[in-house]
Each structure stands twice: as C-alpha cells, then as structure tokens.
C-alpha cells in the first residue's frame, strides 16, 4: 500500500509539468502568428508572454518560457516568422525573445501581489507595462549593437511602432488571465 500523500505529490508534478508543456506550447503557437512589417516583426509572442506570466507562478512561468527558448534555439520553428536556431538568439531581434524570461518573471512576480477587485486588473496591467518595458531596453539594446545603430533609429523601429499595440495586449491579457483563473481557480494557488 503507497502512501497517499506521495501519490498526491506525483500527480502535483505532473500536473505542474502539463502546465508548463502547455504554456510553452501557446507561446510558440502565439510567437509564429506575425504580420512583417519591417526588422522588427509584429508577434503575438508579447501577448502569450503576459499571459504566461499573469497565470503562472514565477518557477512555472520561467520554466515554460525558457522551454519555448531552448525549443527555437534547438532549432524548431517556434520564433516569429517560423524561425528557429542559435542565430535568431544573437541577431537583431533576438534580445527581444532572451528578454522574455525576465519579462515572464516581473509578471508573475508582480501580479501575484494580494489585491482583490478592480485593482487586481490595474496591478496585473502594470505588471505587464513593467514587464514590456523590459522587454523593450533588452530588445533595443541588442538591436543596436547587431545592427550598429543609434538609440533613435533603434527606437524607430523596435519600439514606436509597437507601443500602442503592446498597450492593446497587455490589456487583452489581463481580461484573458482573469477568464482562466475563473474557470480553473486552482491554477491560482500554484
């Protein structure tokens, strides 16, 4: 006869496991949804981001993010446009993607602050700012050194042209997340 409590802790594992396979899986899906519109693509990757991050705990969250990194850098199609591989890491847009776990880690750090209500939503759209102005000073950093451009043209075309629509997402996630943790409240408490 096992003891109880060890099965229970089994199918914890392999729950949180599930969770994160599953969250790396959305973020790839999310990521290769692009429209080109110059060096810097439009990706629904920031979105899949958010919502990882506001519906994970920061050890999930982390996990599922650096999975989806080490499945393109491995060299699967998982980055925007269906590319995958080392290069994409260390070209132009790559500090975007590596950005990407501290995003995920602001996130979920952030949102899970004890807030009920109405503020619940403005902590967690903050979280998000927070996380895409991240995301931002790394892209824009290695951006520049690869392209060997200044802060303005760097600016132009990785940041200006997103911001509004990065502001749409973030909001998208906040209602999206709120969604998830009313249908499955147990994802909540992990």
Same mark, same amino acid.
């Given at each position: 006869?096992?003891?109880?409590?060890?099965?229970?802790?089994?199918?914890?594992?392999?729950?949180? /496991? #599930? &969770?994160?396979?599953?969250?790396?899986?959305?973020?790839?899906?999310?990521?290769?949804?692009?429209?080109?519109?110059?060096?810097?693509?439009?990706?629904?990757?920031?979105?899949?981001?958010?919502?990882?991050? /506001? #519906? &994970?705990?920061?050890?999930?969250a982390a996990v599922s993010t650096a999975v989806y990194i080490l499945m393109g850098v491995a060299g699967l199609p998982v980055f925007s446009g269906f590319r995958g591989g080392f290069s994409v890491i260390v070209g132009p847009t790559g500090g975007f993607i590596s950005s990407y776990i501290f995003m995920v880690l602001i996130i979920a750090m952030i949102s899970r602050i004890n807030v009920n209500g109405k503020i619940k939503f403005v902590f967690d759209y903050i979280a998000c700012i927070l996380g895409l102005f991240v995301c931002y000073a790394l892209g824009t950093i290695q951006f520049m050194a690869v392209m060997e451009t200044s802060l303005q043209a760097a600016l132009a075309a990785c940041v200006y042209p997103f911001v509004l629509l990065d502001m749409l997402k973030a909001a998208a996630a906040v209602f999206t997340a709120a969604a998830v943790h009313r249908a499955l409240p147990q994802v909540r408490n992990i």
């Open positions: 006869m096992k003891y109880t409590g060890e099965s229970t802790l089994k199918r914890k594992k392999v729950f949180y /496991l #599930v &969770l994160c396979a599953m969250f790396a899986a959305i973020i790839a899906v999310f990521s290769v949804i692009t429209l080109p519109i110059g060096p810097v693509p439009i990706s629904m990757s920031v979105f899949a981001i958010m919502l990882t991050g /506001l #519906v &994970l705990s920061w050890k999930l």
